[in-house]
């Protein structure tokens, strides 16, 4: 089974103006939400896929509610820590260009916590644990360090999507995969990454410090995978991006759907660029109809 945790979980409240003003009354032509967290993201692609998973994490109040209606409506499993504040909501305003604008999020108790751990005592070996996203400031910044060497000396294969210092980490604990962009594996060795040659030479390390598969993401340029010794490139399929959220979060579920029903680190990378390319390319994450067009686009070259 796969267990994917979101920490801090949203709901994601898309608003769409024409013509926006600073002091005056805007109407909004359009609006859209969805549950939103790196993990939540990890089971929604899964489940279109066709591949099971349980979502944890914390959720509270009526945003709360809704996350848990909406995913048991989408036919996923949930086991989310109720909690006492509300669940935070994400606001993204698009006029012309996109503006964020992201909440705290709830303060986590230290019985929330136990109560988490209580239910990822159900993994067991064989299991995959996904955790995605930052990591709240009622946890300590170790989290996932502490949770993948825990499960991975269990035999959980634990797979870890956080970037600058919880990455760091992690990777020392030999987490089953970790996937960086070009940005976030800059930000990890402190130094100015501009060329192919440079994110292959820095991927090697993140394998010699301990992750045992790694994916870098290059944007446009397609994307990386580093697995046993070996280096293999990925295009991207043409296509237009219209959104920015959930892309990195579809390419990991592509990933992991495909590995655990083909044990085939290649087929599983191609349906992961395909899955990233296809939420990119989609008002919402991706559909097994965008999925299976982009798929034939998505060439892997040895390197």
């Known amino acids: 089974m796969i267990y994917t945790v979101t920490l801090n979980p949203s709901i994601d409240l898309i608003i769409e103006v024409g013509d926006f003003q600073i002091n005056k009354l805007n109407r909004i032509e359009r609006d859209s939400k969805f549950p939103g967290g790196k993990g939540i993201n990890v089971s929604r692609v899964l489940n279109t896929i066709g591949i099971q998973s349980v979502a944890l994490?914390?959720?509270?109040?009526?945003?709360?509610?809704?996350?848990?209606?909406?995913?048991e409506s989408e036919g996923i499993?949930?086991?989310?820590?109720?909690?006492?504040?509300?669940?935070?909501?994400?606001?993204?305003?698009?006029?012309?260009?996109?503006?964020?604008?992201?909440?705290?999020?709830?303060?986590?108790?230290?019985q929330n916590i136990r109560e988490l751990y209580k239910r990822l005592e159900n993994l067991q070996e064989g299991d995959f644990l996904v955790l995605a996203g930052s990591i709240p400031p009622s946890l300590p910044k170790t989290f996932y360090a502490d949770l993948t060497r825990k499960y991975r000396s269990r035999g959980v294969?634990?797979?870890?999507?956080?970037?600058?210092?919880?990455?760091a980490e992690v990777i020392r604990n030999n987490p089953f995969l970790v996937k960086p962009n070009h940005h976030e594996l800059s930000d990890l060795f402190g130094v100015?990454?501009?060329?192919?040659d440079d994110i292959i030479s820095y991927g090697k390390k993140v394998v010699e410090m301990g992750a045992e598969n790694v994916i870098?993401?290059?944007?446009?340029?397609?994307?990386?995978?580093?697995?046993?010794?070996?280096?293999?490139?990925?295009?991207?399929?043409?296509?237009?991006?219209?959104?920015?959220?959930?892309?990195?979060?579809?390419l990991v579920a592509g990933f992991i759907g495909?590995?655990?029903?083909?044990?085939?680190?290649i087929k599983a990378f191609q349906v992961a660029v395909a899955t990233g390319s296809a939420t990119a390319f989609s008002e919402d994450l991706a559909s097994k109809e965008k999925i299976d067009l982009l798929l034939a686009q998505v060439a892997i070259k040895k390197i």
């Not at 994490?57 to 995913?71: D, K």
């Not at 294969?157 to 990455?167: F, I, P, T």
């Not at 010794?229 to 959220?245: D, F, I, L, M, Q």
């Open 258 to 265: 495909t590995y655990i029903k083909e044990l085939d680190f």
């Open 157 to 167: 294969k634990v797979v870890v999507d956080a970037s600058g210092k919880v990455l």
């Open 57 to 71: 994490g914390f959720i509270g109040g009526f945003t709360g509610a809704y996350i848990q209606n909406t995913l």
């Open 216 to 250: 870098v993401s290059i944007a446009g340029d397609g994307a990386l995978l580093f697995t046993k010794g070996e280096v293999y490139k990925a295009t991207v399929p043409n296509g237009e991006v219209v959104n920015s959220v959930g892309a990195g979060d579809s």
């Open 77 to 110: 499993q949930t086991d989310f820590v109720k909690i006492q504040e509300d669940t935070r909501i994400n606001i993204k305003l698009k006029t012309g260009r996109e503006t964020e604008f992201n909440a705290q999020g709830p303060v986590l108790t230290e």
């Open 192 to 196: 100015a990454i501009k060329t192919l």
